[in-house]
Every structure is written in C-alpha cells, then in structure tokens.
C-alpha cells in the first residue's frame, strides 16, 4: 500500500496544466477527441512512455468554454514515478508500469438494451453472447470476449446482494439500515454507550510486549468493573506466542492479521480462495497451536493493507467460521456507519485499497473502519482527507495534536449517533513519540471517568448491537461481563525460545517463543503446524 503521508505530498506538489489545444498537436498524435472516447473522466493515462515516467493526463471534459474536451497533465515530483494500476505516485523502484500508456482497457458485458435481446434469465457479453445470469462474476471467465467478469463491483455485480429490507433483516442474526447510520434497536442515542476499540496491528514480541501493558495494566476499568479491553490482529513473523496467549487469558480479543503479510497489494485485493484460507485459516491454526487457545474464539480477520479481497475472502471467512472482518473503511461522513452484516449490500461506498469490496450476500459482520476527522481545528480549518489508521494522519505530529484528534473524533460519536469509535494503530506509532502513549492514556481515563464510555472488543460490539441494552442496564449485562474476571497466572514465565528454519524461507533462522513444544521447522504458509511437509 502507498503510504498516505506520501499520497498526500503527492496532492500537495502536483503541478496540475492544460495541455494545448488539439489544433496544437504535433505529427501524427491521436486528437485529443480521439484519446479521450470512451475514457473515464478519472483515469490518468500517459501520452508517451519517453521520459521519467512522471507525467500522465486524463481528460476533462468541461474545461473549455467553447464545450471542447482538452486534457489535464500531472506530474509526480522527482523521485516518484505514476502507477497506471492503482492511479497513484509511488516510489519509482515500486512502479512496473512505465513502458505501458494506459490501464488495460477490459470489455464489458451489456445489461441495458432498448429491448431484450436474450432469454429469461441470461444476460448479454460484450461481444453480445447470451450465458446464464448466475455465470457472471463467478470468478471463471464464461463468456469468449471474458466480459461477464469484468463488472464484478458492488454497484456492477448483477447478481449482488440486495439492498437492505429491514423487514428481512431482524436481530440478533442480521443487522442493516439504507445509510449504515441508524442505531440497532432504535434506542435514543442518549441511551446507547459510546463503545471505543483499541485496535493493534502487526507482531506481539518484545518491541510491544511493554507498551500494552502499560495501556491494559489492570487498574482501568469500565462502568461496569471490567477492565477494559483492547483487540490484537495479530501477524505471524516475529510473533512472540507465549505473550499472545497471555494477552487472550487476560480477556482481549485475538484475531488474525495474515500468516505471510506479503507486501504484493495485488496478491491480497486479487488473491484466490485458497489464498485467503491459506492465510487466515493458516494463522488461526498456528495462535490456536504455539498460544494454546483452544476456545474458539479466534473469530475475527483484517486484510494486510487494508486490501479488502472481494467475495473469495468472505467466502473463505463463511466456510472457516469467521464471524467478522475489520478492513472496509468508510470515508468521512457527517454520520459515522454502525457494524453491519453483509446478507445485504453494504450501506456506504467501497472506499480504500482497490475497492475490492464483497458484492454478494455472505454471513459475516464488517467492523467498519470509519475514518477520523484528522483537522486541528474543525471548525476553521478547510476539510482533509480522513484517516482509518491514527498513525495514517500525518498532520498529527506533537501530543496536543494527537489529544485533539482523539476529542474531536469522540465527540462526533457521541453527538450523532454514538457508532463506536475505532482507534486503530500499530504500536511502533505509540512508542514513537512519548507524549502520543501520554496523551493516549490520559484520554482513557478522562473517558473512563464518565458512565457511558466504555473500552470493548470488537465481538462485545457485536453482543451489543444483538441486544442491544440501554446504559443504565449495562452494569450487569450478562455478555460483558464473561471475560470481567482475569483467572490464574500466566502459562510459563520461562516460555521456549525454539531457533527454527523452513524450506519456505531458505536461509532465514527465526526464532518462535511459545510455551508450548517447539515444532520440526518454522510454521509457514505451506507448512503452518511447523511439522513438516505432506507428501
């Protein structure tokens, strides 16, 4: 994934130009009518691959007073090159597309017609072939020309999910509003708790082992006594297991965060089925084997990148039990969204990394990442881009900064709707400044300080939202009250240190720490009980 912070200089140093007029053209380039047919208003292309690979175009269709098309150039500052895929800057090493000067163009498949041209039931390719409906999208290109799989989105797909019917969708199984902002069980938001999740993504080892004890010390305890909670997407390299089991007996929620967390975007947002189990069922297997949870409750996924991998990974998350994913992010709304169930058709845009979000219906709960309001002052300050991730807003760089981000983000909740407030991080972020971990842990216990904020987990929203309780019950509800009490002692004070390799990582020694027996070899992605290879 591109880095924000460097997106974001991208839009503040792009030189932006008008290309001269197509009487201007030299030789025998295409008119610039000519360029633009059939072209998305906002796709940048290139009009040559001379050069440095920084300049690209797109076509804009109303800049001209005398109604001619004329073209908007675009240049990447030095150093940085254009990815035509994913219609960014990036860093030049990271771009394979310089030789190239548009975005493959794919056909499509024709779904509207002034009178129907196939039978009942099947619908139109691009090179006007008729196949059966429920062939589009299937992931197997049917029609000869491949167009029935290239209109596969949430908006495209024809055989998506529907829209949301509440008189389909009741509680506690299923959960949806048209605009994703109405409150379960119609309560008046006065009378729903401000729930706030404290998301870490990445390895749990010694780099981090001490800034989550710090947050969770067991002196901080919600309205109804429990203490707060915190929720770990956990990635396998480096991952220290006897610390994840510690984590889990102290009541946080473990999920899976990937098994490889390859840093190839596409592998994620294009990965297959067998991908995505591979991955998510195969880091599941590894926390439940070396940090010996053996309850079932390793029941949540977020994508490496935030790379959504559209139907085959809630496929794959229905067939293996997963009960939520944590990686659609909703942008930056006046209302922020409630977690919803994907039976029916998600209530906002397909925001984020390669938009590849689900289009069909599956059984499964989003935990929607709503992204925060990252301006210093929102009053005066003109509107930004929102952030999913905290140390995703670059602007956020002293303490007081960071202290206002995180009061202005929580009265947005707690002055609309009261959706919960996803603080999400990876911990080197917290670590790196002093004042951030400061400033964090002062706006814990300002919050715990009231009656209706409370620190929970992402499986305690979702007990919530399926009975939904007003705040002055919440002191004993019977769902936030399973894992209030922390029992016995951590499982090994002295847990293994096993020196491990594996073929699948030649030349690489690493060591796993787990109070549990050491395994044969390195777990990984072909071999994630670390017993060796099947035959």
């Known amino acids: 994934m591109v880095d924000k912070r460097l997106w974001l200089c991208c839009l503040l140093i792009l030189s932006i130009a008008y290309a001269q007029d197509d009487e201007e053209d030299e030789g025998n380039e295409p008119s610039i009518e000519k360029l633009c047919e059939n072209r998305p208003a906002d796709e940048y292309f290139r009009r040559s691959t001379d050069g440095d690979c920084r300049e690209v175009v797109r076509c804009d269709f109303n800049s001209d007073i005398r109604g001619r098309t004329r073209l908007a150039a675009v240049k990447c500052p030095i150093g940085l090159a254009f990815d035509l895929d994913r219609q960014t800057c990036d860093w030049k090493v990271n771009v394979k597309n310089c030789d190239n000067l548009e975005k493959p163009r794919k056909v499509l498949p024709i779904f509207k017609t002034d009178e129907p041209r196939c039978p009942e039931g099947k619908l139109m390719c691009g090179n006007e072939e008729c196949i059966d409906k429920e062939l ?15 209109a596969c989105d949430v908006d495209t797909d024809p055989n998506r999910a529907p829209d949301c019917d509440p008189t389909q969708c009741a509680l506690p199984d299923c959960f949806c509003s048209a605009d994703g902002t109405r409150i379960p069980g119609a309560l008046e938001p006065s009378n729903v708790p401000q729930m706030i999740t404290l998301s870490f993504n990445g390895a749990v080892n010694v780099d981090n082992i001490d800034l989550y004890e710090e947050i969770f010390s067991g002196t901080r305890l919600n309205p109804n006594g429990c203490q707060i909670k915190g929720n770990f997407f956990v990635s396998h390299k480096y991952t220290n297991y006897s610390a994840v089991q510690d984590l889990h007996r102290r009541g946080h929620e473990i999920a899976v ?25 195969g880091a599941r297997l590894i926390i439940e084997r ?87 002052d929102p009053t005066f300050d003109e509107s930004l881009p929102g952030c999913h991730m905290v ?4 602007n956020i760089q002293t303490g007081d900064q960071f202290a206002r981000l995180l009061r202005h983000n929580f009265n947005r909740h707690f002055n609309s709707n009261r959706a919960p407030l996803g603080l999400n991080f990876h911990a080197s972020w917290l670590k790196s400044k002093k004042e951030f971990r400061e400033e964090l842990i002062k706006f814990i216990e300002e919050m715990l300080a009231r009656n209706d904020v409370y620190f929970v987990t992402n499986s305690q929203i979702i007990q919530w939202i399926q009975n939904p309780t007003e705040i002055n019950s919440l002191r004993d509800f019977s769902e936030w009250k399973e894992k209030c009490d922390i029992k016995g002692q951590p499982y090994c004070s002295l847990p293994n240190s096993c020196p491990l390799t594996t073929r699948e990582l030649p030349g690489e020694t690493l060591r796993l720490f787990t109070c549990m027996e050491c395994p044969n070899n390195y777990p990984w992605i072909l071999d994630p009980t670390g017993d060796g290879f099947s035959v």
């Open 290 to 376: 070396f940090a010996n949870i053996t309850d079932g409750s390793i029941i949540g996924v977020r994508a490496p990148y935030l790379r959504v991998g559209g139907n085959k990974q809630f496929e794959m998350m229905t067939d293996q039990f997963f009960i939520y994913d944590a990686s659609i992010t909703a942008s930056l709304g006046r209302v922020p969204i409630w977690p919803y169930t994907l039976y029916f058709r998600m209530p906002h845009k397909c925001n984020g990394n390669a938009h590849n979000c689900p289009s069909r219906s599956h059984p499964v709960w989003e935990i929607v990442m709503n992204e925060l309001d990252r301006r210093d």
């Open 136 to 150: 589009f999208c299937n992931g197997k290109a049917e029609c000869k020309d491949e167009s029935d799989e290239n």
């Open 257 to 281: 965060f990937s098994l490889t967390h390859k840093e190839d975007p596409n592998y994620w947002s294009q990965g297959s089925y067998d991908d995505w189990l591979a991955e998510m069922a």
């Open 391 to 394: 140390d995703s807003c670059s």
